[in-house]
């Protein structure tokens, strides 16, 4: 029997990076001790009164929102979760929304549910459906990050929320940086940061779970018993050159453990700030999207872009809100 490297008890959980063998206790204090201390090395929530969690109701969002939750009593700020309904599958969106709540009840913190076709009268289902049809040519998964973003920042300003949490992974960071690298895209590269400050409307966005990999957001759900959903969204289609990146950064994870800590924190603390440098990003001019007022690169933004184009084909499909 492997023991608990803390209390000598069955061990459960092998976290070889940190050459640690834990029980579900230990993993739980192990994760939250992290999450206090990558937050404070970083000065995550410095400056910070309240924090909108936004949770999908995925094992990364809900492992967020219980070390969120552990971090916002360690540091005194308030917290309020956001899930959004996008509408998506016959099970999907309801099992994620579903999931959320019951995360929000437990921890017993305020919460806002935002259902897409209730306030704007479209789902992500229909952009899939007739995203062609009404001129929008970017994948869904990206019109729908373009949605998420957008309602993320209304609901933080709606309930004064500082800043905005998202419980991207290291596997998703590790991903991103080398996808980046091999296509050439320093901007992405650049835009890449563990917090981002509030500027021009656009609330502070910060990705506390950068240094957890997805098998230690899997095991603290699964191990603490959480609900969450653990289906696909539908309209995922992987791709073949992301999927290949995170199994060869996996394979070298097994033969040199931490080797995608490493990877992130090189990255995020010497590389970021040194491309800054030599290729800052071109300052913005944001104004005010002309029919929702948000802040907004062109005269109309592009979530009103988005939610024009498909309600106009929805129409003349005949799909009328009434009907749907
Ligand atoms: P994704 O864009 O699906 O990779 O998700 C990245 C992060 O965005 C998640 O970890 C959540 O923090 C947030 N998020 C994704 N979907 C939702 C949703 N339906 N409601 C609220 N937050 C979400
Ligand atoms: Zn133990
Ligand atoms: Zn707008």
Known sequence: MVKCSRCGRKARVRLRYARLSLCVEHFTEFMEKRFLKIASENNLFKNINKVLVAVSGGKDSVTLLHLMYKASNYFGF?????????????????????????????LKIPYTIFNLKKHYGFTVDN??????????????????????????????LEVK????????NLDDMVQYILSSVYAGRIEDLVKLE?????????????????????????????????PFNYNVC???????????????SNELEEVAPGSKITLAKMFLEKIQPALNKYYPLKEEKLRKCRICGMPSSSEICSFCK??????????????SEART
Do not use: W
């Open 127 to 156: 952009i899939a459906l007739y995203g062609r049809k009404a001129s929008i040519r970017r994948p869904v998964c990206s019109v729908c990050g373009t949605v998420k973003r957008y309602i993320m920042n209304k609901v933080a």
């Open 234 to 248: 539908p309209h995922f289609r992987p791709r073949i050159f992301h999927e290949q990146i995170r199994k060869i």
């Open 161 to 168: 929320a500082d800043a905005i949490a998202t419980g991207h």
């Open 78 to 106: 308030e917290i309020h979760g956001l899930t959004i309904d996008l509408g998506i599958g016959k099970e999907y969106s309801k099992d994620s929304v579903e999931a959320s709540v019951k995360n929000f009840e437990i």
């Open 194 to 226: 563990l917090k981002t400050p509030t500027k021009n409307g656009l609330i502070s966005r910060i990705k506390p779970l950068v240094y957890f990999s997805e098998k230690e957001t899997l095991l603290y759900v699964l191990l603490r018993k959480l």
């Open 306 to 319: 988005v939610r024009l184009a498909i309600k106009k084909v929805l129409k003349s499909e005949g799909e």
